[in-house]
């Protein structure tokens, strides 16, 4: 409960201090959402898979973290803190328009961003925050549910959100952030991989199995 406090807090302030007033019935609409479907996925976690939810509240960066790894996160990190006030100031000064049935669709999407990450939670209790293998926790190559079509759908259902965000919000320069952001998943993913293929039995033979790693058919 504090670190979403804190998250609200800090997101709060990346949007409403960039847009110059705190009448932005969208950005409290989507602050709402946000933080609601990510309480629903905590709470059920908690109930679900207790060791699971302990591995998704470690940092993203730790000490003993490979020097690539923790250079992407850093990179996601600030394309994040940059994000939000982008489309603040896109409100603000009125660069772009967003109708408020699109803006109905990008809830929508973001919901299914959480949905998606729940699906993929449920077949995958290894689903750590950290590029690592598990060995103490029994890990292995999981094939079912969303990872029989992508190999990484966890980072695949941030494409939702990151087309949703900008549409609730009204601003169509926040898609802009789809470029770097999917650039940087597919860095991670790459490096996850690599790890996997040496280090966990069955993940070679189920790469060759799944080819595309963010979207079915097309990445």
């Known amino acids: 409960m504090l670190r979403s406090l804190v998250s609200f807090a800090i997101m709060s302030a990346l949007l409403f201090l960039p847009a110059g007033t705190l009448a932005w019935p969208q950005a409290w609409g989507f602050l709402a959402l946000f933080h609601i479907c990510g309480l629903a996925l905590w709470l059920w976690l908690r109930k679900a898979d207790p060791a699971?939810?302990?591995?998704?509240?470690?940092?993203?960066?730790?000490?003993?973290?490979a020097p690539r790894d923790r250079a992407i996160m850093v990179?996601?990190?600030?394309?994040?803190?940059?994000?939000?006030?982008?489309?603040?100031?896109?409100?603000r000064f009125h660069w772009s328009h967003v109708s408020m049935a699109w803006q109905a669709v990008g809830a929508m999407l973001i919901v299914i961003a959480y949905a998606g990450w729940a699906?993929?939670?449920?077949?995958?209790?290894?689903?750590?925050?950290?590029?690592?293998l598990q060995p103490e926790r029994g890990q292995v190559a999981v094939a079912d549910g969303p990872y029989a079509f992508v190999r990484h759908p966890m980072y695949g259902f941030v494409v939702p959100l990151m087309v949703g965000v900008p549409l609730m919000l009204g601003s169509l320069w926040g898609l802009a952030i789809l470029v770097p952001a999917i650039a940087l998943m597919d860095a991670r993913a790459r490096g996850e991989e690599a790890l996997m293929m040496d280090g966990l039995a069955g993940y070679r033979a189920y790469a060759a199995r799944v080819h595309h790693r963010l979207v079915p058919g097309l990445w």
Request: aromatic share 12%; net charge negative; proline share 4%.
């Open 52 to 65: 699971l939810l302990q591995e998704r509240q470690a940092s993203p960066l730790e000490a003993t973290q």
């Open 75 to 91: 990179a996601i990190l600030v394309v994040f803190a940059l994000w939000l006030p982008l489309m603040a100031l896109d409100v």
């Open 119 to 132: 699906w993929v939670l449920a077949f995958n209790s290894f689903a750590s925050t950290q590029i690592k």
